[in-house]
């Protein structure tokens, strides 16, 4: 009898313990979120946390545009915090909404529009923005981010 509460009690525990983590498991569109809510607050480390080791990080198109370095493809962690890197390198932020955010599945998609003030000429860059991503095990494992490139390029000439 001894036994079979002690199974009973592990039993317990365990279905207690599944509970748990499946709380922490958070859906796309909760993962997304809490990259903006990162990102806004410049937290960097949650920023980059949010991604998978393998992650893949492309920026308008995978090859990049030439003169713009944060443009194109990046990899891994490492490459997720090269593009942050980058980007704060590049842009003042002057205004960033995130208009919404939908998901069905591994898929969300967020759309919004931004101001940003570009560091090496002091020329405004002003954009509505789409995003995708793919998000497994809690983790974006795809970040594919659409701007109009045109207009960065434009801001960009001195």
Do not use: P
């Not at 990899?75 to 955010?101: H, Q, Y």
Request: charged content about 25%.
């Amino acid at each position: 009898m001894k036994n079979i509460i002690l199974g009973l009690c592990f039993f317990g525990l365990g279905a207690n313990a599944s509970a748990q983590v499946e709380k922490e498991i958070k859906t796309g569109k909760e993962v997304v979120e809490t990259f903006f809510t990162n990102f806004g607050n410049g937290n960097i480390e949650g920023v980059i946390d949010v991604f998978s080791n393998t992650a893949k990080i492309v920026s308008i198109n995978k090859q990049g545009i030439e003169g713009a370095k944060l443009y194109g493809t990046f990899e891994g962690r490492r490459g997720v915090r090269t593009f942050l890197n980058i980007l704060s390198k590049t842009f003042e932020t002057k205004a960033f909404s995130v208009d919404c955010i939908v998901s069905e599945k591994s898929v969300v998609f967020a759309k919004g529009n931004f101001i940003h003030k570009l560091k090496s000429t002091g020329n405004l860059f002003e954009s509505d923005w789409a995003l995708m991503c793919i998000v497994r095990d809690s983790k974006i494992q795809e970040y594919h981010f659409f701007e109009d490139s045109a207009s960065f390029i434009l801001a960009n000439k001195r």
